[in-house]
């Protein structure tokens, strides 16, 4: 069994920061790509960052600038640093990460969710 769990969501003023985590823990053969969704209410889920093995970082044009995706490999952990946060980025912020693994007798690569922290930005 895999999990991931969420941390470091909250309320912040508008312009003000939050450090998000997602660390995953389990029958973890291969932690291959992760990232950071969110979902506003009313709005689908929008893809933010991703970040490969090998530390490559792509991201949503929305966040270009002001977010940083980054991940520990040793501890199995994604992070998303948020700067210069507007009202617009209220939402509950997601992790996202393919892992190889066995389930149910077959091998192969398994996309898996963290339950989502909510990010509040207000004055």
């Known amino acids: 069994q895999v999990q991931l769990v969420e941390s470091g969501g909250g309320l912040v003023q508008p312009g003000g920061s939050l450090r998000l985590s997602c660390a995953a823990s389990?029958?973890?053969?291969?932690?291959?790509?992760m990232g950071w969704y969110r979902q506003a209410p009313g709005k689908q889920r929008e893809l933010l960052a991703t970040i490969t093995t090998g530390g490559r970082a792509n991201y949503a044009d929305s966040v270009k600038g002001r977010f940083t995706i980054s991940r520990d490999t040793a501890k199995n952990t994604v992070y998303l640093q948020m700067n210069s946060l507007k009202p617009e980025d209220t939402a509950v912020y997601y992790c996202n990460a393919l892992i190889s693994g066995l389930v149910g007798g077959k091998w192969g690569e398994y996309e898996y969710w963290g339950q989502g922290t909510q990010v509040t930005v207000s004055s």
């Open positions: 389990g029958r973890i053969f291969g932690l291959n790509a």
